[in-house]
């Protein structure tokens, strides 16, 4: 899947707002039903919502795994208004 500059860097932003602002349980951070995690040097990164898991990797590539469309229209969304909401903070 082709990702614009923007949707990377939306990606980046909401990994880093869940870690910051979501809860942490068994080292998962979940926020608005999107949970994030990362392996033990940071270098590979998971974001996960319902049915879609995105895995963002070192140098910027990523990986998107889902069964329906309708979930990642809806994960991208989703980080839209999360994303827009923590800037009227």
């Known amino acids: 899947m082709y990702l614009d500059r923007i949707k990377k860097q939306n990606l980046l932003q909401i990994f880093n707002l869940v870690t910051t602002k979501g809860s942490k349980l068994d080292g998962v951070y979940e926020l608005s039903g999107i949970r994030a995690s990362q392996d033990f040097d940071g270098y590979t990164c998971w ?36 994303l827009a909401d923590n800037e009227n903070l």
């Not at 996960?48 to 910027?60: E, I, N, P, R, S």
């Not at 329906?68 to 989703?78: A, G, P, S, V, Y």
């Open 47 to 82: 974001l996960a919502y319902k049915d879609l898991t995105v895995t963002l990797m070192f140098h910027g590539s990523h990986d998107f795994d889902y069964q329906k469309k309708e979930t990642l229209d809806i994960f991208f969304k989703r980080i839209s208004n999360l």
